[in-house]
């Protein structure tokens, strides 16, 4: 299998960089066309793992076609963090090999390569590694056996991780990576034999956009590297920005590979323009010259967020750069402890780049000029413990402790296979997988059921994408006041299967570099947060971020921050003035308490006491000649009828309720009718009386007796209480809350129900008015002494006057002022009618006596009929009325 995976792989998928391989029955075997020459290292082993590297920083390339001869790359600037992770991995293979309870009997080796950070070396390097470097292959007749690796650790970048797991996948090679975070890669249909030690960048930007939450930061820009990692970490921010809503990009800057002054300038001016404070960076190699740039432009007060990839960039900690990234934040992979690993690095033997990086000294033979300008040769025997160096350093191991999580993950693997019982296995009839007949996909399927907990305490797994369970440490660069910069750890985001995603931060260790030197930390915001009582205004062609506050409209509220609309208020509810909560609505009645209230209340009793006093005055005086000139029962009774006209219009002041709504207008009706039919009985007697006078008339007074005079004045009043009756039955009036005058009040109103039935009942009232005027200014000549037609004349049009104002007043006037115009016409109308009946019998009864006599009330007299007039003067009465049927005056006011 893996000789047919060698012949696959350098034929078939690289026949461009391959010449044609013979393979026939004749020679039963494979020959290695080219082979490459890689920086490595490597141990024997009963099964042997890879593992990919970035050990020097750039490479130099030769002609890239395969040759006859091994090709030669040349790597330059030795990353020290990478050859410690190199040799963590190479630690963990020795620390299994001494473990007796796993993999016992078997023996690890490896074979590690460095990719010099570049993705043709990186995919040669692991071509070698699943292929083999020997020259030739010799086929048996099953085709299988050990492979030349197990499986890879590697690579480091997900630029690399994913070309070459993408070839590698295809046979399913077990591939973990210790570093590449792109979310692409667990894409278990594009790469269903990788895996990795590291969280994705998926978590990686919930536990970013989990610091912008918790900080209130909704305004930030994004930098991002030209390359897999930085591209899908942009797609997932604003695929994550828009599903959560945490916040919106000021703006996203895609970083060029190389030094582009021209476009670097741009983006940081873009930067420096911006309201954005923060500034979120997935960048893998450019930052440097970016950073150039904010130097350049001095462009202070940023708030900088660091991905997991420079984190720990030494790079950037210096004094020159620190002014402007002091206080990052960064996202780092969970750091362990790895005991016995010092002591393991300071075994390390003499790696020709890493001793010279080391000790800065050179080989034999050394370059031209190396030691005439007095540089030092390597014995090979230099002390590492003298030496300072971070190799050594042992406080952050990250990176490493990935490695080491990812060549145990393998080694678990590879135990649990060996550990099958046979019959009890998990492949097809029960079988188990043998070192001397693997399957890469057999491995596989161990590999995605691995659990185990390390020395550290951290529980490794895998999910069925192949990530691990995720976790990071949150950093912050400190800037020290002697100028160092120490990296801190301030807090942490990680993943259970219980809790879900969780943040914790300790915002008290948190160093913030900004001139105001407060603890607290800075605010990024498009637009400050809208307080209740407003709601957000998205401006035109900018974020959603980006808007305005505007004050709720009256009736509505809203009672949270940034509240996207406003909420109607119930009915009977309005907006207070901040439009926070709604408050109960005004309400709004005529109101005993309110001064117009109070006045007519006033004005009702007074008129209701006035009736009295009249009354009183009338029955104490009952048997005196004015009192029984003016037809005295009737004046009771219209004085009764006064006084319930007075008090109906208390039933118009108050709270309006469904009684005193029903009562309103039916007692009105009928007390006027009653007092009008009284009035109207009086006038027609008063013109009956006069007719009897001339000769022949007598006989019609037997139709006007008190009897004749009480059925009339019960039967006109029984007529509106009909009607009343009829409109209470049919459309009653109700109690109604009116919000259409006043959208802040409530006017509580009785309606009518029936427009008609109000209608009729003024008409009804209407017309018996306008009859006593009529029939009253007929007899508005007739003698003053004992006859009322003057007075009631001028009480009728006083009456007319002030309803035929009322009607357009009424209309006109809303809520409360209706029914304040009501009263105002019912009392007017009352008191009209009181004064002008009443005001001047009670000025004679009470102020002129003399005048109260039948005496008095015969002088002057003046008679006028139809043809016939005649004067009397005093003493000489009984000779003035001459003429058939004629009838004494005295005698007629003792009768009516």
Known sequence: MWIFLHFNLMFLLFSSYFSTTVFSTVSPSCNLQGQFHLNGMHKTGDVVLGGLFEVHFFSVFPDLSFTSQPQQYFCARFDVLGFRQAQTMAFAIDEINRNYDLLPNVTLGYSLYDNCVELGVAFRAALSLVSGQEKQFVLDDTCVGIPPVLGIVGD??????????????????????????????????????????????????????????????????????????????????????????????????????????????????????????????????????????????NVTGLQWMASEAWTAATVLQTPRLMPYLGGTLCISIRRGELPGLSDFLLQTSPVRQFWEHTFQCKFAPPPVGWVETGGTLCTGKEDLVKVETEFFDLSNLRAEYNVYKAVYALAYALNNMLRCEPGNGPFRGNSCASLQRLEPWQLVHYLQKVNFTTSFGDQVSFDKNGDALPIYDIMNWLWLPDGRTKVQTVGEVKKSAFKGEELRLDEDKIFWNFESKKVCPPRSVCSEKCPPGTRRARRKGEPECCFDCILCSEGQFSNETDSMECTSCPEDFWSSPQRDHCVPKKTEFLSYHEPLGICLTTASLLGKFICAAVLGIFIYHRKTPIVRANNSELSFHLLVSLKLCFLCSLLFIGRPRLWTCQLRHAVFGISFVLCVSCILVKTVVVLAVFKASKPGGGASLKWFGPLQQRGTVLALTSVQAAICTAWLVSASPAPHKNTEYHNDKIVYECVVGSTVGFAVLLGYIGFLAILSFLLAFMARNLPDNFNEAKLITFSMLIFCAVWVAFVPAYINSPGKYADAVEVFAILASSFGLLVALFGPKCYIILLKPERNTKKAIMAGAVLKTSGYESSCRAGSGKQCMQGPGHVEPGKLAQEF
């Open 156 to 297: 480091s970048s997900s630029t690399n991780s994913i070309a070459i797991s993408n070839v590698l996948g295809l046979y399913r090679v077990p591939m973990v990576s210790y570093f590449a975070t792109c979310s692409c890669l667990s894409d278990r249909q594009m790469f269903p034999s990788f895996f990795r030690t590291i969280p994705s960048d998926a978590f990686q930007v919930r536990a970013m956009l989990q610091i912008l939450k918790h900080f209130s930061w909704t305004w930030a820009g994004l930098l991002v590297s030209d390359d897999d990692y930085g591209l899908h970490a942009a797609r997932s921010f604003q695929v994550d920005l828009a599903e959560t809503g945490a916040g919106c990009l000021a703006y996203l800057e895609v970083l060029p590979k190389s030094n582009n002054p021209a476009e670097f300038r741009r983006i940081v001016n873009v930067m420096r323009k911006s309201t954005a404070r923060v500034v979120i960076c997935v960048i893998f190699f450019s930052l440097l010259f970016c950073c150039e740039q904010v130097i350049r432009q």
